[in-house]
């Protein structure tokens, strides 16, 4: 597993002052609101403050002062660092699901979770083998994620 994960993209910048607009790639602006520091390039930057704009995080950092050094940011994909996030049991990245081996209910090997697509009504994994599986990811389809093995167990119903 990656040290630091892909959380967002700095598609602005915001004001004169060297503020940073992030869309967000993680589960909200406000999440990414509350890390001290982001990575970009592999470079920490002290987040100094953040507020929410429309879905996207205003961000003030550390060492830019002005819109000339904060637009050398743009199109910039900012990371956090995994150690720094505490997640709730039995949840995981999706980044550390993507290729892993994905098997119906009887051990037959269906493929590798080649993506996952977040739609409004929920996630679907898209499974690509032999032939492409889209599979809502809910209880209902999903039976065991074993993200330190890489493998998904699923349940296929007629049709999928």
Known sequence: MEKYLEAGIICNTH??????KIQPWADSAEFLKKFKYLYIDGKPYELLSGKVHKQCLIAELKGVSGVNEAMILKNKIVSIDRSE???PTGT?????IIGASV?????KELG???EVLEL???NVYVVTGE????IPAVPQF???TDVSAGLITVRLIDGM
């Not at 995981?92 to 550390?96: A, G, N, P, S, V």
């Not at 032939?131 to 889209?134: A, D, G, P």
């Open 15 to 20: 004001g004169i002052k060297g503020e940073v």
């Open 85 to 87: 996030v505490k997640l």
């Open 92 to 96: 995981f990245f999706i980044q550390d």
């Open 103 to 107: 098997v119906d209910e009887s051990g």
């Open 112 to 114: 590798k979770l080649s």
């Open 120 to 122: 409004p009504a929920g």
């Open 131 to 134: 032939r492409e599986i889209l």
């Open 142 to 144: 999903i039976i065991k």
